[in-house]
């Protein structure tokens, strides 16, 4: 039903439409269906149509508009926006309110972008299906009784269901991507270091980065442009240009097929009407016999853990959010205040964490963990020495049902098995949209984000 904000802008300028009718049609939308999807734990209907006022009154008088006057996008639980609530789904992080803008909230609010509402996520961004949110799972948009994926479940299921442009999630190991590409989205997840982590709460620091997802490819470039760039506040972002997209990029020639055995049917037949497509138009697609599958996993859920265990020490009843009702001294103010904030999930996070970083196993799991992770750095580069970019299943399955792996925590982890991958050596990746709630995701040398949007591009025109 909705447009895209490239559509929007245009028919504003031609005086066919208003921002404000815009944001009305979205919120309509919200109204009538987020009760049942829960994508949105708040929505800012008057701060939005507030918004949108003031910019279809600047138009009016023959201002110029900024460049994304008036795109509507929501912000997932996890990024800061000032004076709003911020949760990252948890009970732990009760009743506190950002007293500032994340970066990214920052530049989107210079560039005129209107935020209308905090999306529902996994507790602290730890999970593949939103199932870990205190605030009750998020449904699929589409699919009844399924899971939109996740971490970043609520903005993927805010996206799709057409309650806004944009939705900013925060990927860690593919919580931007598996998501999009169960609601049938766009998702990017950016080169490390390329987008501020500023007002980003925390779960795995040498991995997360935030990042759009859209249904209109156009849309979602807009907004990365906006966001990216190096921030002072961000010791972590890199002084690399942003070159804007243009469609003279060159189309990525040479493609590394990595696509193991086992993947659902669905997923298999997908990809390879997608490579045939780019074989017919004269495009080099190898398969990759990738040698560190087994690795992924642990080596990712090794370093993460032990980050977030690191991260999550904050939360300790005193600083914020909150604090248990009675405890007879410190130490038990800390226990019981932890232990009544913080979900399952995260309980199990912290303890796996410490155990990886306790005197004992420090040198046996992660220390060994980093150097995998360095192993898969250098042969990623060296891929890219013959291959302009590495193409592989965003997820082996399609979306699946609500509870169907709750019970079973290693189950849940293995569907990430695709994603971690690009967060482990700090490469950009896209995930693009296939049929059936299916996606291929893309990744592409450092600060290469350009080839992955020309790469969509191409595809798009095949009729991928
Ligand atoms: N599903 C993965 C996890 O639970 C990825 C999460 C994320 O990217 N934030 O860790």
């Known amino acids: 039903m909705t447009t895209s904000y490239i559509a929007l802008r245009g028919a504003v300028e031609r005086g066919e439409m208003t921002f404000t009718q815009a944001v009305e049609r979205f919120l309509q939308q919200i109204q009538e269906r987020n009760p049942h999807i829960n994508a949105l734990l708040e929505v800012y209907d008057i701060e939005a149509l507030e918004q949108a006022h003031q910019w279809d009154a600047a138009w009016k008088v023959g201002q110029s508009l900024p460049p994304l006057a008036g795109l509507v996008y929501v912000h997932k639980d996890n990024i800061a926006v000032a004076g709003h609530k911020l949760s990252a789904a948890s009970r732990i992080l009760g009743g506190y309110v950002s007293p500032f803008d994340a970066t990214v909230i920052e530049r989107l609010r210079k560039a005129g972008a209107i935020c209308i509402g905090r999306a529902n996520c996994d507790e602290f961004a730890m999970g593949s299906s939103n199932e870990n949110s205190a605030f009750g799972p998020v449904q699929h948009p589409y699919l009844e009784g399924y899971v939109p994926g996740g971490s970043s479940g609520g903005s993927a299921a805010a996206a799709a269901a057409g309650f806004c442009h944009v939705a900013l999630g925060s990927d860690t190991g593919g919580s931007i991507r598996q998501p999009?590409?169960?609601?049938?989205?766009?998702?990017?997840?950016?080169?490390?270091g390329?987008?501020?982590?500023?007002?980003?709460?925390?779960?795995?620091s040498s991995f997360d980065q935030i990042g759009p997802l859209a249904r209109s490819l156009e849309d979602l470039i807009a907004v990365y442009e906006i966001i990216a760039g190096f921030d002072p506040r961000d010791a972590t972002t890199a002084a690399e240009d942003i070159i804007p997209f243009s469609s003279d990029e060159a189309i990525p020639q040479r493609w590394a097929l990595l696509s193991p055995e086992g993947m659902h049917p669905v997923v298999e037949s997908a990809i390879s009407s997608l490579v045939e497509n780019l074989r017919s138009a004269g495009a080099l697609v190898e398969k990759i016999d990738f040698p560190y599958w087994d690795y992924l996993i642990p080596t990712y859920y090794i370093l993460t853990t032990a980050e977030a265990s690191s991260n999550l020490a904050r939360y300790d009843?005193?600083?914020?959010?909150?604090?248990?009702?009675?405890?007879p001294n410190m130490e038990s103010l800390y226990a019981r205040s932890r232990s009544e904030g913080f979900g399952r999930e995260v309980k199990r996070r912290i303890l796996l964490g410490t155990?990886?970083?306790?005197?004992?196993?420090?040198?046996?799991?992660?220390?060994?963990?980093?150097?995998v992770r360095r192993l898969l750095y250098d042969y990623t580069e060296s891929l890219f020495e013959s291959y302009d970019v590495i193409a592989l299943p965003t997820s082996a399955t399609p979306p699946f049902r609500?509870?169907?792996?709750?019970?079973?925590?290693?189950?849940?982890?293995?569907?990430?098995?695709?994603?971690?991958?690009?967060?482990?050596?700090?490469?950009?990746?896209?995930?693009?949209?296939?049929?059936?709630?299916?996606?291929?995701?893309?990744?592409?040398?450092?600060?290469?984000?350009?080839?992955?949007?020309?790469a969509a591009y191409a595809l798009r025109h095949m009729g991928s």
Do not use: W
Not at 194 to 204: D, E, F, K, P
Not at 430 to 452: C, D, M, V, W
């Open 180 to 192: 999009a590409a169960f609601c049938g989205l766009y998702g990017l997840k950016p080169t490390y």
């Open 402 to 454: 609500l509870g169907e792996k709750t019970q079973d925590p290693i189950q849940m982890y293995l569907s990430d098995l695709f994603t971690v991958y690009a967060n482990l050596t700090g490469h950009p990746s896209l995930q693009i949209p296939l049929h059936s709630y299916t996606g291929i995701q893309l990744i592409a040398p450092l600060f290469k984000e350009n080839r992955l949007f020309a």
């Open 317 to 327: 009843g005193v600083r914020y959010g909150h604090r248990t009702k009675e405890a």
């Open 355 to 371: 155990f990886v970083l306790s005197a004992g196993y420090y040198d046996a799991y992660y220390t060994k963990a980093q150097k």
């Open 194 to 204: 390329r987008v501020s982590r500023y007002g980003l709460i925390a779960y795995a």
